[in-house]
């Protein structure tokens, strides 16, 4: 195996990093001795604790609910941003003053504030002005920080998609006569989104970690405010219930990356679709992929 | 107009946001560069444990992460931090756990996406022209990696101020948690968010800017 760092090895490198390798197992195993004593110090490891999530009882009356309000409220999220990152990613685009400074600003001061701020404004906005029953209310301020947010987020996607593609495609499109509104509707639009699916689905991800905002603060009953009940309730098993949480969320994400980055080869290797004529701005692509990941960043 | 922020202490919550920042920052800084020397060095086993742990802490909810530090760390398995007659100072050094824990993933993926931009060429005619593995490393990869990593840096800095606000979920007094309480005690709602809002714009566009514009200048234009 050799990078840019190093080369292939030679015998003393071998031997070297057997060294390390050894090394890095005893301080790995200190680290986990540490923590298990920990745990059965504090009987965290005895087999009652774990059970229940070998029944389908804990997972009926608490993970599931509370996994499908998690996935409710990310869904509704992805489906209403969507379109209103696209209308602001294509707005900052716009040859008029007055459509791309307002849509600029907007997408700007949507992505320097906290989801949890928006959220925390959304609750206190419905139960001002609005009739919405207090258990829907939370569902609602969940979705609608996550909404602005996202959109702002997408909407630099969009844009950054739209702005990879090679000029020559809207040069060639108003050649042959197109309004600008069929440059962008025909040409343009369709060939961005192939290449923005997987930031798009790389954003879906922090969608997903941020509807945990709402049980953790809000009074959302989501995935993570099903912890203490199912805690309190199977005996103050807290290690294991954040364990099987945890990786339930890991599973879902998990998934969701190894599909956008699926994606991203099978764009990349594509002979038929736009891919091909994307190639030569690749680099550049994945870099506006990597702010899209950095908005992933920006997620919590 | 303003007189709805008299008995709140507003520029101290914004402090301790500030604070958590840094803190994490440094920390995170530190944690992530170890992490991303696992992931691009020559050791197998080290190499997996920071793929390892990259996938599974990106993957995990920062909201998770920091409720376990509270409810799974202190109050289960009796983590103190060194302030265990202290409640508000433990949530805070939890807070900064948490943080540092989950953005020294995303610190890792910046660092390792630096080094990746450097052509292999560089490192090749480095080698051709006989200086070892430490020249190679300083004088060559190194200075190149860190130019381009500044912007991607900046924007993991900005993602972990906006972050903060997820240790109000264990009740440490920083900005969103003072803006859920006067929002719940005073009728302003509008304007008490408008001033929220404003305080992390102030945080954070700055930061963008000034840093974007170092990044842009010190890359290395290829």
């Given amino acids: 195996m050799s990078s840019v760092l190093y080369d292939a090895q030679g ?68 489906v209403i941003a969507l379109p209103l990152g696209a209308v602001l990613g294509i707005s900052r685009l716009s040859d008029h003053v007055w459509v791309r400074v307002p849509a600029g600003i907007i997408v700007e001061f949507f992505r320097a504030i906290p989801v949890l701020v928006l959220m925390i404004f959304g609750l206190a906005l419905y139960s001002e002005y609005t009739n919405i029953s207090t258990e829907d209310r939370p569902l609602y301020a969940v979705v609608t ?42 040409i343009l639009l369709p060939q961005a989104v192939t290449a923005m699916l997987p930031a798009i689905v790389s954003q879906t991800v922090v969608i997903v970690k941020d509807t945990a905002l709402g049980g953790g603060v809000l009074t959302f009953s989501d995935l993570i405010a099903a912890v203490s009940p199912m805690s309190s309730y199977y005996g103050a098993n807290i290690i294991a219930s954040f364990t099987v949480v945890g990786l339930i969320f890991i599973a879902i994400n998990f998934a969701l990356t190894t599909f956008a980055s699926w994606l991203e080869r099978r764009l990349r290797r594509g002979k038929k679709s736009t891919g091909a004529v994307l190639d030569p701005n690749d680099a550049s692509i994945s870099g506006t992929m990597g702010t899209g990941a950095g908005g992933g960043v920006g997620g919590i | 107009m303003f007189d709805f922020l008299e008995g709140y202490d507003l520029l101290g919550a914004f402090w301790v946001t500030i604070q958590l920042t840094l803190l ?91 080094i ?16 070892n593995f430490t020249q190679v490393l300083t004088l060559v990869v190194l200075p190149q990696a860190f130019r381009s990593v500044v912007g991607p840096l900046a924007n993991v800095l900005i993602a972990l101020t906006k972050n903060t606000t997820v240790a109000a979920a264990i009740g440490v007094a920083e900005a969103a948690l003072l803006m859920k309480e006067m929002i719940e005690n005073e009728a302003q709602l509008i304007l008490i968010s408008a001033v929220f809002a404003f305080g992390f714009v102030c945080l954070t566009l700055p930061t963008g800017l000034i840093l974007g514009w170092v990044g842009k200048k010190v890359a290395v234009k290829r």
């Fill in chain 1, 11 to 78: 015998p003393r490198a071998k031997r070297r990093n057997v060294v390390f390798t050894v090394g890095f197992l005893i301080a790995l195993a200190a680290v986990l001795w540490w923590v298990f004593s920990a745990l059965e110090d504090k009987q965290q490891l005895e087999w009652a604790k774990w059970e229940p999530f070998f029944h389908t009882e804990a997972w009926s009356t608490y993970i599931w609910p509370g996994l499908q309000n998690t996935l409710k409220a990310a869904a509704l999220a992805m």
């Fill in chain 1, 145 to 186: 920080g996550l909404v602005l947010y996202n959109a702002a987020v997408l909407a630099e996607i969009v844009r950054a998609g739209i702005l990879a593609l090679p000029k020559g495609q809207s040069e060639a499109a108003m050649a042959i006569g197109l309004r600008k509104g069929q440059v962008m509707r025909t």
């Fill in chain 2, 24 to 114: 994490s920052a440094v920390g995170s800084l530190v944690w992530g560069t170890l992490l991303a020397a696992m992931r691009v060095g020559p050791v197998p086993l080290m190499r997996g444990f920071g793929t390892f742990y990259v996938n599974t802490v990106r993957n995990i909810p920062l909201t998770v992460i920091i409720l376990f530090t509270s409810l799974g760390l202190s109050q289960t398995l009796g983590v103190t931090m060194g302030a265990a007659d202290n409640f508000e100072t433990q949530n805070f050094r939890l807070a900064v756990l948490g943080l540092t824990l989950y953005t020294s993933a995303f610190v890792c993926e910046a660092l390792r996406s630096g």
């Fill in chain 2, 116 to 131: 990746n931009t450097v052509p292999v060429g560089q490192a090749e005619a480095a080698r051709a022209i006989g200086l």
